[in-house]
């Protein structure tokens, strides 16, 4: 079983008291009413969906309940780290060389 | 809500809780339903600790898993602004929160939650059938308490000594967590 480190609980926990809740850093447009269908579209489904590094929301659902961001490899589905919600976007990731 | 009937004098319907008179004993462990006590979900941001502490007359902690207990009373840390708040002694925390001004908000959930205590040199061993967590002493000591689950459902586990827990899940998921407690209580080691 994966483990995974909640930043709020600040420990590592098993995966199954964790769901994956998407995309992470997806900045909702300030005025949603004024966009264009396109612009709507991307925002609203267009995903990165990556091979390699991802950057995700997670919510630890069965434990605190509260969501963070974490960064994973989509190839090996080790987890890189993680961050508490609001954080910005790590620069530099921990045994990561691209 | 006994306190309000007297007041009253309404007579309240009989109630009977969801695992009355379950016990099992194994070589090892036993497992006992405890008894109805009055339980609040709290939830407060950092600024009104201090007060609702004060009303409670516990400190609530503020390190993950960790608990407080004072006076048959109990203070389960959930989340960063989230505890479940339990009184064995015939208190009632949700008035107790009702007098502090500062921003919270206190849920009674007192019949919600069934409450199991799992006793005895196998406890730990029964616990781990269902729940992922690490419940080693050196992982989950005596007083720590987390929402997690066991099986397929969600619970709250409390330590409550080396050799003993106390197993919170809502009512209606009782009887399935005390199921699966007999039968991994039959298979538990010392
Ligand atoms: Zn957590």
């Known amino acids: ?98 | 809500m006994a306190k309000a009937a007297q007041k009253t004098g309404i007579v309240q319907a009989e109630r009977h809780p969801a695992l009355a008179g379950r016990n099992a004993s194994a070589a090892h462990v036993a497992l006992t339903a405890l008894d109805p006590a009055e339980r609040i979900s709290l939830r407060a941001p950092e600024a009104s600790l201090a007060a609702l502490s004060k009303a409670l007359g516990l400190t609530l902690p503020k390190k993950p898993k960790t608990s407080a207990s004072k006076g048959g009373r109990l203070a389960l840390w959930l989340g960063p602004d989230e505890w479940l708040v339990i009184d064995e002694a015939g208190g009632d925390p949700l008035a107790d929160c009702a007098k502090v001004k500062q921003l919270h908000s206190a849920v009674g959930i007192s019949h919600r939650n069934v409450a199991i205590g799992v006793t005895g040199p196998g406890a730990e061993a029964t616990l781990s059938a269902g729940c992922p967590q690490d419940l080693s002493l050196a992982g989950f000591p005596v007083g720590a308490c987390s929402r997690t689950i066991f099986g397929k459902v969600e619970i709250v586990l409390h330590r409550t000594a080396e050799d003993a827990f106390r197993v919170e899940c809502w009512r209606s998921f009782s009887d399935y967590v005390f199921t699966f407690l007999s039968e991994a209580a039959r298979d538990a080691a010392a």
């Open chain 1, 1 to 98: 079983m994966l483990l995974i480190r909640c930043p709020y609980c600040e420990e590592e926990r098993p995966e199954l008291e964790f769901r994956n809740a998407g995309e992470a850093h997806i900045a909702r447009p300030t005025d949603i009413a004024a966009i264009s269908d396109d612009d709507f579209e991307k925002f609203f489904f267009i995903r990165q969906n990556p091979k390699g590094i991802i950057y995700e929301r997670w919510r630890h659902v069965h434990g605190c309940a509260r969501f963070f961001n974490a960064v994973r490899d989509t190839v090996s589905d080790k987890f890189v780290m993680t961050y508490k919600a609001g954080e910005p976007k790590p620069s530099k990731l921990p045994g990561v060389s691209k």
